[in-house]
């Protein structure tokens, strides 16, 4: 997958999966941009992440870049995004498409970092006068690493 997460403190991810309840971790996106700090918590067999971002009134802001990438930058599938809970002042658009990647050198794919590849592109688009708060949870499937679930808080301005 093309997001980078570290966690952080004291619970590593086999005790996360086990219940820890939460951890500080930092996503990478696909582009390179540091998101902010999201909160993974734990049932018995999922990891839900918990993260927020803001969009303009009437705006469209992204949310994220999913590649599934070979170490030469071709693709092997495309991740499957579910809304969960759709949003109640916004659309989740969704589309294939290329975009930026991002791994860290350690990975042999970091050498696509500066390359277009294909992926999914997620975004969060604001109803034209909505301003307040607004929630999301959706559902990344991907060709080998299974699910995540990810509960975005959006906060419109």
Known sequence: MNMHIRIFGFCGLAALLAGCQASRVTVDTADGQALPHAVLTAGASQATISRSITVPSGGTNKVAFVAFTNPDCTNFGYATVREVVPPE????????????????????????????????????????????????????????????????????L
Do not use: M
């Open 89 to 156: 002042h916004g659309a989740l658009d969704v589309k294939q498409t290329e975009g930026f990647g991002y791994w860290v050198e350690k990975n042999p794919r970091s050498q696509c970092n500066n390359k277009r590849v294909s992926g999914v592109l997620i975004q969060y688009r604001s109803k034209p006068g909505f301003t307040g708060i607004d929630h999301v949870t959706y559902e990344i499937f991907a060709p080998t690493t299974g699910l995540r679930r990810y509960d975005l808080t959006v906060n419109v």
